[in-house]
Nanobody, 127 residues
Framework: QVQLVESGGGLVQAGGSLRLSCAASGRSFSSCAMGWFRQAPGKEREFVGT????????YYPDSVKGRFTISRDNAKNTVYLQMNSLKPEDTAVYYC????????????????????WGQGTQVTVSS
């Protein structure tokens, strides 16, 4: 079982940057593909990015590609989301999630495939 806790959210002006962190419990973290999602009021949960279990591959949707970067430090049981050039439309609650015991190359943008979720952290981008 994996517990996930997000942190690093806050208020930032358009064009600014934030780094979100997701701390996981247990040694099983290194066996999990990790994903980031976000949800704005009145909208569906949206895929933001994913990283394979060793950090060797990342994937992003067009809405954030070139601005957001996912990385992970398995020694610290932590995954990060670096967000640059933030826009007001990036405002949302951001969640991290884990796919338990993933194979080496597994990743997915389908929220239904994720086994564990954090409680989320609010990101607000002002214009």
């Amino acid at each position: 079982q994996v517990q996930l806790v997000e942190s690093g959210g806050g208020l930032v002006q358009a064009g600014g940057s934030l780094r979100l962190s997701c701390a996981a419990s247990g040694r099983s973290f290194s066996s999990c593909a990790m994903g980031w999602f976000r949800q704005a009021p009145g909208k569906e949960r949206e895929f933001v990015g994913t990283v394979t279990r060793s950090g060797g591959f990342t994937y992003y949707p067009d809405s954030v590609k070139g601005r957001f970067t996912i990385s992970r430090d398995n020694a610290k049981n932590t995954v990060y989301l670096q967000m640059n050039s933030l826009k007001p439309e990036d405002t949302a609650v951001y969640y991290c999630a884990a796919v338990l015991f993933s194979t080496a190359y597994y990743y997915t943008d389908d929220s239904k495939k994720y086994d564990y979720w954090g409680q989320g952290t609010q990101v607000t981008v002002s214009s």
